[in-house]
């Protein structure tokens, strides 16, 4: 959730509202703030002041985030001033700009309602620190009980350290990515090794059961079963080989490949994925397409995801001789695909966590397990091809999905 200050630039009185570090941001970690001590205690002995800061801007205060350590710096670190003073880090940021008060006692501006000059800072050097989307950190700052005009090599100094500093913001931020990028990933590999491993699992103890049972068999229902675990085998390989090729080129990114995509075939091919697991439950399956070759741009990887995470739900949660319908149309100009089973339902309070982690994890009508990972798989994929998705459901009477795009 992004956070607002209202600062005053003081040579013009002007208020002015900033962005500031929001929720999303990363805690400054101990090592950064180690690094960011040294630059500034060194920073400080060169420029031979008695303080060197690094100031973060907060919603109703500025807080001295770190302090240079030479004894005669009178600021204390995490000690905050209001943002009623029109400060010299409140002009810093407000004007995006370095900012140069050689004596604030022989400036008409500077000199008067100045807390800094009531402690005898009474010179200022100073330049904006911003995350890299433009939200506010701050300001690194020197300050001097003495006039100072701050030479050429200081002002370098402090714009080096400025750059320092923000890179270290920026690789704050990109951990963070990464670190979702990677729970992204394991947590969609956890759902797919599950999804494969239970078809693999019912090929193994289906053809077991043959094995030891061959001899009862009839010709017919041999060749039939056969048919059906050989359907299985092909889903399931190419959806692993999909996968694996996927998992080489766009995991990494995360990032959507827009295409035009036949949903008609995507459909067909995933009830042949679970054409199984429907025959095991009687689940009669009706699909109807606007058209014979209905085309929508999407990714087709996501997409393929999404829907089979809400089919393989249809089927788990719905109860034997049960139905699923899934109808492609055109309506206001955008894809409706909605899909719809008569299963168990999903109660009111379990509906409004739907798409959170870890929240639904109850077995289906057959006993099947559940990981609690699908649901919040198709959310963030659904988000990622600027799809809607609306969920409505009632308990015995079934669960209907609609996706928009």
Same mark, same amino acid.
């Given at each position: 959730?992004?956070?607002?200050?209202?600062?005053?630039?003081?040579?013009?009185?002007?208020?002015?509202?900033?962005?500031?570090?929001?929720?999303?941001?990363?805690?400054?970690?101990?090592?950064?703030?180690?690094?960011?001590?040294?630059?500034?205690?060194?920073?400080?002995?060169?420029?031979?002041?008695?303080?060197?800061?690094?100031?973060?801007?907060?919603?109703?205060?500025?807080?001295?985030?770190?302090?240079?350590?030479?004894?005669?710096?009178?600021?204390?670190?995490?000690?905050?001033?209001?943002?009623?003073?029109?400060?010299?880090?409140?002009?810093?940021?407000?004007?995006?700009?370095?900012?140069?008060?050689?004596?604030?006692?022989?400036?008409?501006?500077?000199?008067?309602?100045?807390?800094?000059?009531?402690?005898?800072?009474?010179?200022?050097?100073?330049?904006?620190?911003?995350?890299?989307?433009?939200?506010?950190?701050?300001?690194?700052?020197?300050?001097?009980?003495?006039?100072?005009?701050?030479?050429?090599?200081?002002?370098?100094?402090?714009?080096?350290?400025?750059?320092?500093?923000?890179?270290?913001?920026?690789?704050?931020?990109?951990?963070?990515?990464?670190?979702?990028?990677?729970?992204?990933?394991?947590?969609?590999?956890?759902?797919?090794?599950?999804?494969?491993?239970?078809?693999?699992?019912?090929?193994?103890?289906?053809?077991?059961?043959?094995?030891?049972?061959?001899?009862?068999?009839?010709?017919?229902?041999?060749?039939?079963?056969?048919?059906?675990?050989? +359907?299985?085998?092909?889903?399931?390989? =190419?959806?692993? $080989?999909?996968?694996?090729?996927? *998992? #080489?080129? @766009?995991?990494? !990114? &995360?990032?959507?490949?827009?295409?035009?995509?036949?949903?008609?075939?995507?459909?067909?091919?995933?009830?042949?994925?679970?054409?199984?697991?429907?025959?095991?439950?009687?689940?009669?399956?009706?699909?109807?397409?606007?058209?014979?070759?209905?085309?929508?741009?999407?990714?087709?990887?996501?997409?393929?995801?999404?829907?089979?995470?809400?089919?393989?739900?249809?089927?788990?949660?719905?109860?034997?001789?049960?139905?699923?319908?899934?109808?492609?149309?055109? +309506?206001?100009?955008?894809?409706?695909? =909605?899909?719809? $089973?008569?299963?168990?339902?999903? *109660? #009111?309070? @379990?509906?409004? !966590? &739907?798409?959170?982690?870890?929240?639904?994890?109850?077995?289906?009508?057959?006993?099947?397990?559940?990981?609690?990972?699908?649901?919040?798989?198709?959310?963030?994929?659904?988000?990622?091809?600027?799809?809607?998705?609306?969920?409505?459901?009632?308990?015995?009477?079934?669960?209907?999905?609609?996706?928009?795009?």
């Amino acid at each position: 959730m992004g956070k607002i200050a209202t600062i005053t630039i003081r040579e013009t009185q002007e208020s002015k509202k900033v962005n500031i570090s929001s929720d999303s941001k990363p805690e400054i970690v101990d090592s950064t703030i180690e690094k960011w001590q040294t630059l500034i205690d060194t920073f400080a002995k060169i420029a031979n002041v008695p303080s060197g800061l690094i100031m973060k801007l907060n919603s109703d205060n500025i807080e001295v985030f770190l302090k240079s350590s030479s004894n005669s710096n009178p600021y204390e670190k995490n000690e905050k001033a209001e943002l009623k003073h029109a400060l010299y880090c409140e002009t810093v940021i407000g004007t995006q700009k370095q900012l140069i008060v050689p004596d604030a006692t022989k400036s008409d501006i500077w000199s008067k309602n100045n807390p800094d000059v009531d402690i005898s800072m009474i010179s200022y050097l100073g330049v904006p620190l911003n995350w890299p989307d433009g939200e506010c950190f701050g300001t690194v700052c020197i300050l001097d009980n003495k006039e100072n005009y701050y030479t050429k090599d200081f002002i370098d100094l402090i714009n080096q350290i400025k750059q320092h500093i923000e890179l270290d913001l920026q690789l704050l931020l990109r951990n963070i990515e990464l670190k979702e990028l990677n729970e992204v990933k394991t947590k969609f590999m956890s759902l797919i090794s599950h999804d494969i491993r239970g078809n693999l699992g019912t090929l193994h103890k289906f053809l077991e059961l043959i094995s030891t049972d061959f001899d009862n068999f009839e010709t017919t229902e041999l060749k039939n079963s056969l048919i059906s675990l050989s +359907e299985i085998s092909s889903a399931s390989f =190419t959806t692993l $080989d999909n996968l694996l090729k996927w *998992s #080489k080129s @766009d995991m990494v !990114k &995360l990032k959507p490949d827009m295409q035009l995509v036949n949903i008609k075939e995507v459909v067909e091919e995933l009830l042949s994925f679970f054409s199984y697991a429907l025959r095991l439950k009687s689940i009669t399956v009706n699909a109807s397409f606007n058209s014979e070759q209905p085309m929508i741009r999407t990714d087709k990887n996501m997409i393929t995801a999404i829907l089979r995470n809400i089919i393989s739900n249809a089927i788990k949660y719905n109860k034997k001789g049960g139905e699923i319908d899934i109808k492609v149309v055109i +309506e206001n100009n955008k894809h409706q695909i =909605t899909i719809q $089973d008569t299963g168990i339902g999903i *109660s #009111k309070t @379990d509906l409004n !966590k &739907l798409f959170k982690f870890n929240v639904n994890k109850t077995l289906g009508t057959s006993g099947e397990s559940s990981t609690g990972i699908g649901l919040l798989l198709i959310k963030e994929f659904i988000d990622k091809i600027g799809a809607i998705i609306n969920v409505e459901s009632k308990i015995n009477s079934g669960t209907k999905f609609t996706i928009i795009i």
